[in-house]
Each structure stands twice: as C-alpha cells, then as structure tokens.
T-cell receptor, first 114, second 120 residues
Framework: KQEVTQIPAALSVPEGENLVLNCSFT??????LQWFRQDPGKGLTSLLL?????REQTSGRLNASLDKSSGRSTLYIAASQPGDSATYLC?????????????FGAGTQVVVTP | GAVVSQHPSRVICKSGTSVKIECRSL??????MFWYRQFPKQSLMLMAT?????????EQGVEKDKFLINHASLTLSTLTVTSAHPEDSSFYIC????????????????FGPGTRLTVL
C-alpha cells in the first residue's frame, strides 16, 4: 500500500529565503507526482507535474525534483514571498490504477513572514 | 486553464437530512471524476471514483449507501450525503480528469473549490 509522507509538517521562514519541501513515497511504481497548493478553506491548485521518467520540472520560482528509485521528491521555492504562504501537498498516481487516482501526503503548512 | 466548480460552497444542515453536492467541469468533458474529503489539518482522502454512465467505485471503508454518487453526464457528478450526522461534517472536494492528454500518466486533474458541510 502506497504511503506518502511530507516533512516538515509546518515551516515558517522570513521573506526572501528559499523554501525546501520534502515528499517521500514507499512504492516506486508511480505514473507521476504532482505538487499542489491549497489556501485555507479552498480547493487545490496544481503547481507542477513530474512524469515518472522525468527528473525535474520548473515553473518560475518553483522547481520540483523526482528520484523515483529512492521514493523522494523535493519542491524548491526560490526567494519566498508572503503570498507563498499556504499548504503544499504532494500526490502520486500509481501504474496499478487505470483511473489516475491520486494519493496525497498530509501537506506542509508554510508561513512566509514579511 | 480548465475550471471545475462545486455547488454549494458551504452548507449547514440538521442531523438526519440529505445533502447533495454538485461538481461540474466547465470547459472540458470528464469521463472520470473523483470525490475526496478532508478533515481539518489533514490531507485529502479519496472516497470514490465517479465514472460517467456507470456505477462509482468506492474506496475501502466508504459506505456506498451513505455517500451516493451519480455521474449522469460528461460534465456533472453529484455526491449525496444521506441521513447526514455530525461526524459527516467535513470539507468535500471533487476533481475532474481532463482526458485530452492521452492517458492517466499525463492527464491533468483539476480540483473544485470544495464544499464545507456542517451537520448540526
């Protein structure tokens, strides 16, 4: 059974610092891994999707890496801003599932202080 | 980008009543939609996979008679919480799979804004 873990559970940094969020998974038979952002009381916004054959994806200040063999992904957010404050979730879809179901980690709650 | 809507965004009901939540894909067709619930400070837990024109597939431990799912068209799935009780209070989120990319490894899921259910 796939287990997705995110460390740390919460993180507070001053504005301008780089953020490093970690995600690990126990079963490497994944189709892809996605990073999402969730604001309080809101739905999810997809940030980056990494295919199982890829090593990283980049979008603006965001960079996500994937090491499938070791079951790890890292989300880097450069030069953090107060607007980056949110909960960040990672999720994987499995090759054993044809519907594309996602299994989520518990999230990392990020606070960026001005 | 693609948009998924949910209605209502917030509902408060009395114990014993039924509540229907709608999930719509606004600018794409979705054969497959997913329903999740999220407790405070916890992650999303998949409840069921909703397939257009067929019965939903429920995750282990989810009561199918309690959480009725109907996916009657390619743009609409509904979740009905029957005989709701306080323990059903939660944040319910749907997602829809945009299947134009060619397969589950590349399809993007778009999430609705969520529905906050409070059962008194």
């Amino acid at each position: 059974k796939q287990e997705v873990t995110q460390i740390p559970a919460a993180l507070s940094v001053p504005e301008g610092e780089n953020l490093v969020l970690n995600c690990s998974f126990t079963d490497s038979a994944i189709y892809n891994l996605q990073w999402f952002r969730q604001d309080p009381g809101k739905g999810l916004t997809s940030l980056l999707l990494i295919q199982s054959s890829q090593r990283e994806q980049t979008s603006g200040r965001l960079n996500a890496s994937l090491d499938k063999s070791s079951g790890r992904s890292t989300l880097y957010i450069a030069a953090s801003q107060p607007g980056d404050s949110a909960t960040y979730l990672c999720a994987v879809s499995m090759t054993t599932d044809s519907w594309g179901k996602l299994q989520f980690g518990a999230g990392t709650q990020v606070v960026v202080t001005p | 980008g693609a948009v998924v809507s949910q209605h209502p965004s917030r509902v408060i009901c009395k114990s014993g009543t039924s509540v229907k939540i709608e999930c719509r894909s606004l600018d794409f067709q979705a054969t497959t939609m997913f329903w999740y619930r999220q407790f405070p400070k916890q992650s999303l837990m998949l409840m069921a996979t909703s397939n257009e024109g067929s019965k939903a597939t429920y995750e282990q431990g989810v009561e199918k008679d309690k959480f009725l799912i109907n996916h009657a068209s390619l743009t609409l799935s509904t979740l009905t919480v029957t005989s709701a009780h306080p323990e059903d209070s939660s944040f319910y989120i749907c997602s829809a799979r945009d299947e134009t990319s060619g397969g589950p490894s590349t399809d993007t899921q778009y999430f609705g804004p969520g529905t906050r259910l409070t059962v008194l």
